[in-house]
């Protein structure tokens, strides 16, 4: 198998060469190990107030520099943790002065012998705390799902060894009935820094470990809903849809069955009983369609029925209908070609990493709609569950991606039979959580992990378990495993050859680019121009959203961000971790307001002075849905204003019309701006008149201008007979370099340019 991968690794060369060693003895370096007791994935849902307990929170807590000083016998209920200190959770224990932050972009943080990791220099978090259930729960079964850990842990429930997991950003739950008594019972939880899973989670952004999503109980029948899969099929014309709903059943008796209820805000549409062992199929007739620009949705409530129709749980999910389909090389939502302006995003709050809050997630997802992104790449794992939850509400294209990448590695992993397991498992587990979220529209099976086997497997399981979206990875250039073919870094010339020689007919995706280190991101308008009129490029997703700069404070309390290398972490890659269009306390960059323009959904032209024409760049909504506005600014100041109601330009065309201002002289612009309720979401502004020479004052006794006429420059200006020019303006281009100047600086620096 034959693949050519471009590795982007130019000035990044890793001081180290990769190794390997036989799997230990160690569950945590050993890659055929996924997990020990852990339930199947399922997919997410919200329980019950009343049978749900949030474990968030202080938790005890003892640190240790490596496994063999970890306390022995910690978990036991007897165990004196007396002289333990307290850490909240979630969080990571590097932020909390246990051991330090790394930062690095391709390299290990230790030399690599594959799947064995340090000993002496591996951190262990060892956490205990009670917790006490509810009455009601007697029997019941109980359940505790950690959202995410970082990077492997053992469980135990009242001294009693329960289960292991890796995978830090998919949850891994497991069954407590067993283990658990009346009263105060104790959860203890042991998190290794580093595991073989660290070899397949290399994926440029800060080393931090400990739990750091949330975790919590939650309680059902004996007889539960173990998961469920919604399925939403448009016709051929895209007007009616089937509903199609299988839920799989824990432990069913035959006497149980299921009630399906489809709402719309509120009003109930249909409600039908289902026998337990077959699946909902219900014809919903025109239904508003869901998309990124008209996020519709509905709301599906589940409900296990006892013989005597007791409802003993129940789920509810919001849902919509839309279709996904490649053609012709278009990429289509219900029907109609889509280019994706979107952005790659890590999840991370500059004060407490990747432990982030709802507050952030909202914060983000209000400043991508606001700049006319419309679809965003998990990179490089699954998202925490809330987040596809407002994508689906706010209306955002998800590219949900596996948690993995082998970048250190680069290919060997991905080649290697022993590590087949793994790769499967993190696939198997984005898919299972986020199959009924309606945002996701395409699977990604990781970032940078080379090509190989265990690649395929992975693309060919998708395509088996859910035909529905389509399967992206990079790495895999063009080979049919995927239905998109991925450009990350290309120049405008790349882009084109790609085009003019891939013969596959596939669409073509920019997965990565403008990188947005330092003073960039400057070329976008040619990027969409190229875009925009070549149809199999369906759009792209810069690199990256937000600045990856750690929040620290000088002694007179001064905030500075630190970034690779600033906590005396070795290995690191320095500032590489600085790459946002968002700042690290989430402030927009100028960047992001270049980005915003670049992906305006209307774009206004004066054709002469006082007629214009405007292009709608939309798929799903006119122009009248929006407020348009004008005013004219001369000299600085706006001297008159309008609005345009009603003026209507369908998705994908472009309209002509007229305003009526008056005559204006000076230096003169009309702004035209298109605005969706709070924000302004498009703005261009022309040019009316123009004052061709600057207005010099005559010159008096008091004061003097001179001019060079062979330059036409100012040459000096004195008042009173002081000068107060030390030069005049001169032609200069240079500025202060940037790190991405440091390959030209020398070229610019004989060319004269200094």
């Known amino acids: 198998m034959t693949n050519k991968i471009d590795w982007e690794d130019n000035g990044l060369l890793q001081g180290y060469k990769t190794g390997s060693r036989t799997a230990s003895a160690n569950a945590w370096e050993n890659p055929q190990i996924c997990g020990e007791n852990k339930l199947p994935p399922a997919a997410y849902r919200r329980y019950a107030p009343e049978y749900r307990q949030s474990l968030n929170g202080d938790w005890n807590f003892q640190w240790s520099p490596n496994p063999a000083g970890a306390p022995e016998g910690f978990e036991a209920p007897d165990y004196d943790i007396s002289s333990w200190k307290t850490i909240p959770v979630p969080s990571h224990m590097e932020l909390n002065g246990y051991g330090i932050p790394i930062y690095t972009n391709i390299q290990y943080p230790f030399p690599p012998t594959q799947p064995t990791v340090p000993h002496d220099s591996n951190p262990v978090g060892c956490y205990r705390r009670e917790f006490t259930m509810p009455e009601s729960w007697d029997g019941r079964r109980t359940f505790v799902s ?169 789920v509810q999910v919001n849902t919509g209908f839309r279709s996904v389909e490649i053609r012709d090389g278009q990429f289509l939502v219900n029907g109609v070609s889509i280019l994706l302006r979107g ?145 990350h870094y290309p120049s405008l010339e790349k882009v084109m050859e790609t085009v003019q020689n891939e013969p596959s007919g596939r669409p073509i995706l920019l997965e990565e680019y403008a990188h947005s280190m330092g003073n960039s991101t400057g070329n976008m308008r040619e990027y969409w121009d190229m875009i925009e009129s070549t149809p199999r490029l369906i759009g792209g997703f810069s690199w990256d959203w937000i600045d990856q700069g750690l929040e620290r404070r000088t002694e007179n309390g001064e905030v500075w961000y630190a970034y690779g290398g600033d906590f005396g972490d070795q290995p690191n890659d320095y500032q590489f971790c600085l790459n946002g269009i968002v700042a690290p306390e989430r402030r927009a960059k100028p960047s992001l307001l270049d980005l915003k323009h670049t992906y305006r959904p209307f774009v206004f032209t004066m054709k002469s002075n006082g007629v214009f024409t405007v292009k709608n760049r939309l798929a799903f909504r006119d122009l009248n849905d929006f407020k348009v506005s004008w005013e004219i600014l001369a000299d600085g100041k706006i001297t008159a204003s309008g609005t345009l109601p009603g003026l209507a330009c369908a998705p994908g065309a472009t309209a002509e019309f007229t305003i009526e201002y008056p005559a204006v002289s000076g230096n003169a612009f009309i702004n035209i701006n298109a605005a969706d309720r709070d924000y302004v979401a498009s703005e261009d502004q022309f040019e009316l008149s123009r004052e061709r020479y600057a207005r010099v004052p005559k010159p008096s006794d008091n004061w003097q201008v001179r001019f060079d006429f062979q330059k036409g420059t100012l040459k000096g200006w004195s008042y009173e007979g002081y000068e107060m020019l030390l030069a005049g303006p001169e032609f200069q281009v240079w500025r202060a370099p940037t790190n991405n100047d440091r390959p030209f600086i020398e070229a610019w620096r004989k060319a004269g340019l200094d």
């Open 146 to 314: 950690f959202q995410g850990v970082d990077s492997f842990f053992y469980l135990w429930i009242n001294g009693k060894y329960v289960g292991l997991s890796k995978v830090s950003r998919s949850p891994a739950e497991f069954e407590l009935t067993p283990y658990l008594k009346k009263g105060a019972n104790l959860i203890a939880v042991k998190v290794y820094r580093w595991s073989d899973a660290t070899y397949i989670e290399d994926q440029d952004m800060w080393w931090l470990s400990g739990i750091f999503r949330e975790v919590y109980l939650f309680s059902t029948p004996q007889c539960r809903i173990r998961d469920f899969e919604i399925k939403n099929k448009l016709d051929k014309d895209y007007r009616d849809a089937i509903l199609e709903v299988s839920t799989e059943l824990d432990e069913p008796d035959s006497d149980h069955s299921l009630r399906y209820t489809l709402s719309d805000a509120g009003s109930v549409l249909f409600s039908q009983v289902c026998p337990a062992d077959e699946p909902l199929r219900h014809l919903v007739e025109n239904p508003r369609k869901w998309n990124a620009e008209t996020p519709a949705l509905y709301q599906l409530k589940i409900e296990l029925l006892a013989s005597n129709g007791e409802v003993l749980e129940t």
């Open 343 to 487: 952005v790659n995003r890590h999840e991370f709050n500059c004060q407490r990493g990747r432990a982030i809050t709802d507050e952030d997630m909202l914060a983000d997802i209000l400043l991508m709609k606001y700049n006319n992104i419309n679809s965003v790449r998990t990179s490089h794992y699954p998202a925490q569950s809330r987040w596809y939850e407002l994508c689906d509400e706010y209306g955002l294209y998800v590219m949900d991606e596996a948690d993995c990448e082998t970048h250190g590695y680069q290919s060997v992993l991905a080649e290697d039979p022993n590590w087949d397991s793994a790769f499967l498992d993190r696939t198997v587990r984005m898919l299972e959580r986020d199959k009924n979220h309606i945002s996701v529209v395409c699977w990604s099976l990781g970032n940078e992990s080379g090509f190989g086997p265990n690649i395929v497997k992975c693309a060919d399981w998708v395509h088996r378990r859910d035909p529905s979206r389509p399967v992206n990875y990079y790495h895999a250039g063009t080979d049919p495993c995927v239905d998109i073919v991925d450009l």
